[in-house]
């Protein structure tokens, strides 16, 4: 099979959770099958690093896209939400649409919703559209914690302009992919086509079980997230004000020195709003297994968003404990509270569930080998890439 695949950014470096799964399933399909990656990038900088992807791509083909303020993307408002419209120009589906008839491609593959739009183009091969979460859940989410009136109102009505979209893309691909059952179950009542679960996961060569012989002190908690995501921008927000001085006074209760970590890119705003000496922000990381090695408990209490989420599949894979949220878990088929992380739903049980980790070395070791267990069958790349295959062969042999 020759497949296109159509990125809305290069998917190197691994440092956020749509590049990582652009790349891992790039990566799988590349072992059976020649893919040509088709990008858009927005620094010269990251053209350097296209050695990482180059041993995988038969070819790359780049697009430069526009500034998040250009007048541009304000014309094209009209016709799709602001997060699509950044992507969306005429020259690009030209080009896109001349490489599916020049190339002999077999399938043209979009990855996530900020590209979404491309998927209702006149290709003359099937489209794959992988979907990484359901958008306008997000936004959903986020609009209803908004308490001030006029803003509230619109972003509710951006939701619906979200809404309304996104389910048209999943009606136009021939074939769509989600990350959870969920997710799956929505879009399929949506479009009346079968969606086939491909979900988020982990390399399992890299990320291993880190040796805890020697108790941690300060005790660490970290988290770990992009905070130009609106649900790790919230997550967060809500760690360092309402759990953080809960989980911080349980502790010393038992007489448990400890530490609050915070890892991931756009932190100068989290800097901004804390002045606690036991709150390290430590922005980008280069390989945040350094991260994972100085750390007694992952913590994930996400409010918003929908999926699955890396942070979480990263720390089961490194044998650490998880304490999370139903959001948080939402989509991790086989990982159940008590048996492979913690599940609360508020700012005090999040706290207690932490205390209960820190203070009883057994619960702590059983959530993190039965957790690792998981990870390993059912969420290494290896085993999802071989489930990606098999939906590519049978598409293509279908449309033959």
């Known amino acids: 099979m020759n497949i296109l695949y159509f990125t809305y950014d290069i998917p190197y470096p691994l440092n956020s ?58 014309l094209y408002l009209p016709y799709f939400p602001f997060p699509a ?133 300060p005790y660490t908690l970290t988290f770990v997230g992009n905070i130009n995501y609106l649900q790790n921008k919230d997550a967060a927000g809500w760690l360092i004000a309402d759990i953080w001085p809960k989980v911080h006074h349980l502790l010393n209760e038992e007489g448990i020195a400890s530490r609050l970590l915070i890892a991931g890119a756009a932190t100068d705003e989290l800097r901004a709003r804390t002045k606690d000496p036991h709150i390290s922000i430590l922005g980008e990381v280069s390989d945040i297994r350094s991260v994972y090695k100085k750390t007694d408990v992952v913590l994930a209490p996400l409010r918003i968003g929908s999926g699955t989420k890396f942070k979480i599949l990263e720390a089961a894979a490194c044998a650490i404990p998880v304490v999370t949220t139903p959001t948080g878990c939402e989509g991790l088929t086989g990982m159940t509270h008590e048996h492979e992380l913690l599940v609360a739903t508020d700012a005090e049980s999040i706290a207690a569930s932490i205390k209960r980790i820190a203070t009883s070395d057994s619960l702590g070791r059983r959530l993190a080998q039965n957790a690792h267990k998981r990870v390993v069958a059912s969420y290494s790349w290896d085993a999802i890439g071989s489930r990606l295959v098999a939906v590519y062969e049978e598409l293509i042999n279908h449309h033959r």
């Open 85 to 217: 419209a950044l992507y969306y120009s005429p020259s690009v589906y030209r080009l896109l649409r001349n490489e599916t008839i020049q190339g002999k491609y077999d399938a043209l593959h979009i990855e996530s919703f900020y590209t979404s739009m491309y998927s209702d183009g006149d290709f003359p091969i099937p489209t794959v559209l992988g979907t990484e979460n359901i958008e306008w859940h997000v936004y959903d989410a986020y609009a209803k914690q908004q308490r001030a009136i006029g803003i509230h109102q619109l972003l509710q009505w951006e939701v619906s302009r979200i809404k309304k979209f996104e389910e048209h893309t999943w009606r136009m691909a021939t074939k769509c992919l989600a990350v959870s059952k969920e997710n799956a179950e929505e879009i399929q009542k949506v479009t009346a086509k079968p969606c086939v679960v491909i979900p988020n996961g982990v390399n399992t060569s890299e990320f291993t079980p880190i040796q805890q012989s020697v108790k941690k002190s």
């Open 17 to 74: 959770g749509g590049k990582i799964r652009a790349y891992y399933l790039l990566r799988a399909l590349s072992k059976h099958h020649k893919v040509t990656l088709f990008s858009f990038y927005r620094t010269e900088e990251q053209r350097k690093l296209l050695g990482n992807l180059e041993k995988y791509c038969h070819a790359i083909k780049l697009v430069k896209r526009r500034p998040l303020h250009s007048f541009a993307t304000f």
